[in-house]
């Protein structure tokens, strides 16, 4: 039997509970409304996986019945789970804990059905404040029925905080000319999914961007002006340019009130206390407008004073403020200057992060969560091996530098490309080793994973999952790149560089990569029948993105010999049959996208695919 997260204490017993028709799920008599939603998810997964469905009921336990109470001799969020011969009792110390009981119940009653092991679990969190942040903006604007579906997955790992990316994707008022060519959130879903947040007891946190990445903003007629550089109106979209540029002019007197506006807004649809300002990536800060002020104040000045004001407007509201802590790493003592619950969010994404920045902000003396991330931005499958490192040492850093929380995180990036469902063992491992520090090897999380996640009884998707992105060889973003920096002409120099095709795309590497794809997705194929049938609608998605990843690895190859001048060493058909595979697997992406999201980015994603067609019938 598996439990994700891994439960602190653990003993076993030699018998087992038998649910029958006549087993009832107790709320102790004290409770209101505090067990509503763990009778509500036992029933579903008892109805499901033991073949019963346990009526309801209040008062004192009888034997024989699963018993739903709270003890305040526990700690919150820290639950007890007794699974005796003669009846089930799950008591937490606030309505988390009991809820975490519930959930780690289903995870038994799921493997074990109708007649679980005896067992009694002592669990509390290492970290009390567990998150996930899910890039809103920057390609897919997920659909509020997937959010809810989100939402359900990070309460039964036992995660507490959930924040959604903005910089644009919020219908605001006054805001048309931003938004008007997206697909934003509404102020109704923002605050359906609050209350949904709220059952789950997952603080559903406001998070805006206000000071860098305000692409779509600062690129309006109306606000155009207020960036920090100069023509951003009339510049053609460019996924580059909206990761590399388009930061406020912090000098401009008519900023800070725009910004305090727009929070002001956005913080009243949400029950938290805390806002993240994100205030990250300020690339140009000091390079434009605002060079003259940054000659003689410095920009780590005028840096803090704007990020300074914000916060102290947010606590003034009686909200906790939240920032990304990539600027002030460089300078950690102005730490100090902001108001004292501030939270730096400190990240790094490597696979052998560094410590370096997460230790010198302790020192500084910051309240810091640590922000490891699931490695799917600019990739068609989410390099999964690397999520799982960089994860487990960003928790290992929070246990030994004291941060107060973990939030693990999910960015778009050049639209957002790879299906949130890739995310999804990333997920999984920031909510185990963030709930309990003991490091499971990658291989035996997979397994785990496999049988709670997909209900596997192979054990082998997730590991089979993980090695799909070894054979991505030509990527979204040299592909991106490539286009809008070789082929558009778009006037700047490019922050990444022109792509070298080099070894990457050699025919005999594609060759080889595609044939190791094409094994996956027997594998896969195969491994169905252990899955259980609501498990298997991901094998379609993975099916449809390795097909895609076969694509543009042959893509690659051709690009790689027009740009190195080789004639092409395949028949002229060859590429012609190659932009109608990618035009037919295209559809099948954009009907997958569109299950799960609004149209988003897809537009400009389109563009640059049948760019690509249209270049391979040259």
Known sequence: MYLIPKPKQLIKGKDRFYISGRTRIV???????????????????????????????????????????????????????????????????????????????????????????????????????????????????????????????????????????????????????????????????????????????????????????????????????????????????SFEDRMQHHTINASDERALPLIKGMIEEYMSLFSSDKFNICADETFDLGKGKSKTLAEEKGVHRIYIDYVKELCTFLKDHGKTPMFWGDVICAEPGLIRELPEETICLTWGYAKDQREDESRDMAKAGASQYLCPGVCGWNQWVNLIEDSYHNITRMCGYAEKYQAVGILNTDWGDFGHINHPAFSVPGMIYGAAFSWNHETVPFEEMNRQISRIEYHDRSEQFTGILAQISRNSLFGWETAVVYYETARKKTGTKSAYGLPDFGASCKREAVHDANTALEGLRRQLKENAVFMDSSCRGVLQLCDVTMEGIAIWNEIGAFAADKELGKALQRPEQSALELAKRLEVWFMDYKNLWRETAKEGDLGRISEIVFWYADLLRE
């Open 27 to 237: 709320l102790d008599g004290a409770l209101r409304q505090e067990g509503d939603i763990c009778v509500m998810l036992l029933q579903e997964c008892i109805g499901k996986w033991a073949g019963f469905t346990p009526a309801p009921g209040k008062g004192r336990q009888s034997a024989g019945d699963i018993f739903l109470t709270i003890d305040p001799a526990y700690q919150k969020q820290e639950y007890r789970l007794v699974i005796a011969e003669n009846g089930i009792t799950a008591a937490g110390g606030d309505r988390a804990g009991l809820l975490y009981a519930a959930e780690t119940l289903c995870q038994i009653i799921e493997q074990q059905g109708g007649a679980p092991e005896c067992v009694e679990i002592l669990d509390a969190p290492d970290i009390g404040h567990r998150g996930y942040y899910l890039d809103e903006t920057r390609g897919r604007v997920l659909k509020l029925e997937y959010l809810k579906k989100t939402v359900d997955r990070l309460c039964r790992y036992k995660i507490n905080e959930f924040q959604l990316y903005i910089e644009h994707t919020y219908m605001f008022e006054g805001f048309s000319e931003m938004w008007r060519n997206e697909t934003p959130l509404t102020a109704q879903e923002i605050l359906e999914l609050d209350r949904y947040c709220r059952q789950r007891c997952i603080e559903l946190i406001p998070s805006l961007a206000s000071f860098g990445h305000l692409y779509m903003l600062l690129s309006t007629r109306s606000y155009g002006e207020l960036c920090e550089l100069e023509d951003s109106v009339n510049r053609p979209f």
